[in-house]
């Protein structure tokens, strides 16, 4: 099928991977209404339909459209908005404003959306776009550079984009994107995100780190506890930010970040201010505890997701 298709097969579906090729503008706004359909933003559009074609690197621009169609119960995949359940879009960007375009060394790539419809998650599709992007972008495109951004406190990017594929945090960016909501954002709680870099060409290695093996306590840098809360859909246990300890300077360090953040984002989306104000409080504590580290000269090694009980996610830092 060439560079531009891909077959995945996920537990009992398959999925046609596919690189968009159309050159009638309304194909696109299928892309648009997807998009509102996982993130449920519908202000914060994708450019016109128009502009999407002529932006798609096989047309007049620079930017890659990949879709993601679930195959109908005979097996054969029809290519329309209904079948349309996943897809990736980002663009052609520069790293050194100075040099700009002049060298091809100086490219890199802007991943700006990848995602699922809910249905269809846990499948591997997200990873499998992402593998499908990488292979497009270094076949095609000769870029070998991938840029994303991520919420630092969801554990499910966070194992995707660093300890899957090995992506390196060049920073950390608070309020990016101002007041954001949608399914997976809350306009009370800011849109701090990871700036992050994947280098195509750099093989993954991650820190031979037992974290089992670790004396409890003397390597979080977040305290958390457990409380029994009155959550949207009635009493819960949630984790909680306890306390920092800044102070501590051994390797490796870990940053505790919520089991499931977007989960807690509509547990907590409730009148009592108690309540409401834990994950602001989950934002604002890990927030000063990364830029603390990060200027101390640590680094984010990898991600670990343990299963407990009670199961940790936790970020695995070194200088």
Same mark, same amino acid.
Request: glycine share 10%; net charge neutral; proline share 5%.
């Given at each position: 099928?060439?560079?531009?298709?891909?077959?995945?097969?996920?537990?009992?579906?398959?999925?046609?991977?596919?690189?968009?090729?159309?050159?009638?503008?309304?194909?696109?706004?299928?892309?648009?209404?997807?998009?509102?359909?996982?993130?449920?933003?519908?202000?914060?559009?994708?450019?016109?339909?128009?502009?999407?074609?002529?932006?798609?690197?096989?047309?007049?621009?620079?930017?890659?459209?990949?879709?993601?169609?679930?195959?109908?119960?005979?097996?054969?995949?029809? &290519?329309? /908005? $209904?079948?349309?359940? *996943?897809?990736?879009? =980002? %663009?052609?960007?520069?790293? @050194?404003?100075?040099?700009?375009?002049?060298?091809?060394?100086?490219?890199?790539?802007?991943?700006?959306?990848?995602?699922?419809?809910?249905?269809?998650?846990?499948?591997?599709?997200?990873?499998?776009?992402?593998?499908?992007?990488?292979?497009?972008?270094?076949?095609?495109?000769?870029?070998?550079?991938?840029?994303?951004?991520?919420?630092?406190?969801?554990?499910?990017?966070?194992?995707?984009?660093?300890?899957?594929?090995?992506?390196?945090?060049? &920073?950390? /960016? $608070?309020?990016?994107? *101002?007041?954001?909501? =949608? %399914?997976?954002?809350?306009? @009370?709680?800011?849109?701090?995100?990871?700036?992050?870099?994947?280098?195509?060409?750099?093989?993954?290695?991650?820190?031979?780190?037992?974290?089992?093996?670790?004396?409890?306590?003397?390597?979080?840098?977040?305290?958390?506890?457990?409380?029994?809360?009155?959550?949207?859909?009635?009493?819960?246990?949630?984790?909680?930010?306890?306390?920092?300890?800044?102070?501590?300077?051994?390797?490796?360090?870990?940053?505790?970040?919520?089991?499931?953040?977007?989960?807690?984002?509509?547990?907590?989306?409730?009148?009592?201010?108690?309540?409401?104000?834990?994950?602001?409080?989950?934002?604002?504590?890990?927030?000063?505890?990364?830029?603390?580290?990060?200027?101390?000269?640590?680094?984010?090694?990898?991600?670990?997701?343990?299963?407990?009980?009670?199961?940790?996610?936790?970020?695995?830092?070194?200088?």
């Amino acid at each position: 099928m060439g560079r531009q298709e891909k077959i995945l097969s996920g537990k009992e579906l398959r999925f046609l991977l596919k690189v968009e090729t159309s050159g009638t503008a309304e194909d696109y706004l299928r892309y648009e209404a997807l998009r509102n359909d996982i993130w449920g933003c519908a202000e914060d559009n994708l450019p016109g339909s128009r502009n999407m074609m002529c932006e798609n690197y096989l047309h007049d621009g620079s930017s890659l459209f990949l879709a993601a169609y679930v195959a109908d119960p005979s097996g054969s995949f029809i &290519e329309d /908005r $209904a079948h349309l359940v *996943g897809f990736s879009y =980002g %663009f052609v960007g520069v790293r @050194d404003k100075k040099i700009c375009f002049k060298s091809l060394d100086n490219l890199w790539f802007y991943s700006q959306y990848t995602g699922v419809l809910p249905a269809y998650r846990g499948f591997g599709l997200g990873v499998g776009l992402k593998e499908f992007q990488k292979d497009v972008l270094a076949d095609v495109f000769g870029v070998t550079t991938v840029t994303c951004t991520f919420d630092p406190l969801t554990g499910v990017n966070a194992s995707r984009n660093i300890h899957h594929f090995g992506m390196d945090v060049l &920073e950390y /960016r $608070a309020a990016t994107y *101002g007041e954001y909501g =949608g %399914f997976l954002n809350r306009l @009370d709680v800011p849109t701090d995100r990871f700036f992050m870099v994947w280098d195509l060409k750099k093989p993954k290695s991650r820190p031979d780190v037992r974290l089992d093996g670790l004396v409890a306590g003397r390597h979080d840098v977040v305290e958390v506890e457990h409380r029994r809360v009155p959550g949207r859909s009635g009493p819960l246990d949630l984790e909680t930010v306890r306390a920092l300890r800044l102070e501590l300077d051994g390797e490796p360090l870990l940053i505790r970040i919520p089991r499931d953040f977007y989960a807690l984002l509509r547990e907590t989306d409730v009148a009592d201010p108690a309540v409401r104000g834990i994950p602001l409080e989950w934002r604002m504590r890990t927030r000063e505890a990364f830029q603390t580290l990060f200027g101390r000269g640590y680094k984010i090694m990898d991600f670990r997701t343990l299963p407990g009980p009670p199961a940790a996610n936790d970020y695995v830092l070194s200088r």
